[in-house]
């Protein structure tokens, strides 16, 4: 099973997309457990997921978020503003499975 984490100001947008993605997973036959939660908590988080990807209001915390997770050998990244915005779950969760693979 993947574990994807998406982190954005304080979990609530991303919740929006959480169920997008699942349904783009099952859609696919893609087992994974998906998870919004508030950037505040990443640090603690990122140890139970195999990869990150933050909402574009967060994005600008990149690069400090990315050395936390290099520690524990996980990917993270940012989600368009576009995909985001329009809700395309599908193109996040294929984001998010090429970050893993």
């Given at each position: 099973?993947?574990?994807?984490?998406?982190?954005?100001?304080?979990?609530m947008?991303?919740?929006?997309?959480?169920?997008k993605?699942?349904?783009?997973?099952?859609?696919?036959?893609?087992?994974c457990?998906i998870?919004?939660?508030?950037?505040?908590?990443?640090?603690?988080?990122?140890?139970e997921?195999?990869?990150?990807?933050?909402?574009p209001?967060?994005?600008?915390?990149?690069?400090?978020?990315?050395?936390?997770?290099?520690?524990?050998?996980?990917?993270?990244?940012?989600?368009?503003?576009?995909?985001?915005?329009?809700?395309?779950?599908n193109?996040?969760l294929t984001?998010?499975l090429?970050?893993?693979?």
């Amino acid at each position: 099973m993947k574990k994807i984490l998406l982190c954005c100001s304080a979990g609530m947008s991303t919740s929006m997309l959480v169920k997008k993605m699942e349904q783009a997973a099952m859609e696919r036959g893609v087992d994974c457990k998906i998870t919004a939660m508030s950037v505040s908590n990443f640090d603690d988080a990122i140890i139970e997921y195999d990869v990150c990807l933050l909402g574009p209001q967060v994005r600008f915390q990149l690069e400090e978020l990315k050395k936390v997770a290099d520690e524990h050998g996980k990917n993270i990244a940012a989600i368009s503003a576009q995909d985001y915005g329009m809700m395309k779950g599908n193109e996040v969760l294929t984001q998010a499975l090429e970050l893993i693979n």
